[in-house]
């Protein structure tokens, strides 16, 4: 099945202990991304990587570190998380960047930062 | 990519057809119309997208007017499970960068 594939699904920690969110898809899709959905917000775009190698700077990176040494995996990085990183968090792919897809988005992950 | 503007909240009963609105009155010409939803606090789902042709598939039908200032999604025979917010938005495509506003919550009832 395809699928984008996020763990944990649920996360509290506590300010300034390093967390890793990991973002798995199986569908060879060269375009990742993370948001962030806050209340009132909407989703916010985080990272996003345009393939292997290539990561760049959404409209919020602050507090946040991404790498793609793999098509598939998409980690998101807290090296210091805070209470302002409470949010609900998802990852997504799409086959390329270039072209007019759809976008598959994994089931989220709920992190509380105390 | 440009905002669009939707009504916060619609209700539809169930079996009917659902009609959701969507302003994208800047849209420029190289833009498509995305619409996504959010069941409860899911990760959101692809419902279909368009240029400028009316398109449908097996959930919907995006019915985009002549001068592509809105659109209308349009879920045929509404069931409770469309219960959901539904969101509009713009894309070039090229790096595949969503900007999801607030959207219009759905509400299916019986």
């Known amino acids: 099945e395809a699928q984008v594939t996020q763990n944990p699904r649920y996360l509290i920690t506590v300010t300034g202990k390093k967390l890793t969110v990991t973002c798995s898809q199986n569908?060879?899709?060269?375009?990742m991304s993370w948001y962030r959905q806050d209340p009132g917000l909407g989703l916010r775009q985080i990272y996003y990587s345009m393939n292997v190698e290539v990561t760049d700077k959404g409209d919020v990176p602050e507090g946040y570190k991404v790498s793609r040494k793999e098509k598939r995996n998409f980690p998101l990085i807290l090296e210091s998380p805070s209470p302002n990183q409470t949010s609900l968090y998802f990852c997504?792919?799409?086959?390329?960047?270039?072209?007019?897809?759809?976008?598959?988005f994994g089931q989220g992950t709920r992190l509380t930062v105390v | 990519d440009a905002k669009t503007t939707q009504p916060t909240s619609m209700d539809c009963a169930e079996g009917r057809a659902a009609n959701l609105p969507c302003n994208h009155s800047t849209i420029s010409g190289n833009e498509y119309v995305y619409w996504y939803r959010q069941i409860h606090s899911q990760g959101p789902q692809y419902i279909i997208h368009g240029l400028k042709n009316n398109e449908t598939n097996e959930m919907a039908s995006l019915i985009i007017t002549e001068d592509r200032k809105s659109s209308t999604l349009i879920l045929p025979h509404a069931t409770l499970r469309d219960t959901a917010v539904y969101y509009c938005i713009e894309s070039t495509g090229t790096a595949s960068k969503l900007t999801f506003g607030t959207g219009t919550r759905l509400q299916v009832t019986l």
């Open positions: 569908m060879n899709h060269e375009y």
């Open positions: 997504a792919s799409s086959l390329k960047a270039t072209m007019n897809t759809e976008a598959f």
